[in-house]
């Protein structure tokens, strides 16, 4: 199982970004997918998550409302759109692949998969 993730980069606050997660030998449409990031110094932290089959999503209070995690699952990847960023938004983003909803969204232990990691960097 490979999840190859992208779209990281710099921006300056305010900006959007969109990130990507490719999922090969996965069978995709039956896992929930998730996105977490950790900042330097920092433990890696939940994000955001989409369930499969019913779509729901779920935030951290951090991003909610300038977020969105949106999945397709024709082209086995999920997506996070940043929008308005913020300085606090710098971090290594990792997406996840997960099967049991719960834990993916109340931690980062027992996560089936990860991808590599992309850079995201917001100048204040």
């Known amino acids: 199982v490979q999840l190859q993730a992208s779209g ?8 959007s970004l969109r990130l990507s997660c490719a999922a090969s ?9 998730g996105w977490f990031r950790q900042a330097p110094g920092k433990d890696r932290e939940f994000v955001a998550a989409i369930s499969w089959g ?6 951290s209070d951090s991003v909610k409302g ?9 082209e086995n990847t999920v997506y996070l759109q940043m929008n308005n960023l913020k ?10 692949a997960e099967r049991v909803w719960s834990v993916l969204t109340t931690g980062t232990r027992n ?14």
């Open 87 to 96: 300085p606090e938004d710098t971090a290594v983003y990792y997406c996840a």
């Open 111 to 124: 996560i089936d998969y990860w991808g590599q990691g992309t850079l995201v960097t917001v100048s204040s």
């Open 8 to 15: 990281g980069g710099l921006m300056q606050a305010g900006g």
């Open 66 to 74: 300038r977020f969105t995690i949106s999945r397709n699952n024709a």
């Open 25 to 33: 030998e996965l069978t995709f449409s039956r896992y929930h997918m």
């Open 54 to 59: 019913t779509d729901t999503t779920q935030y």
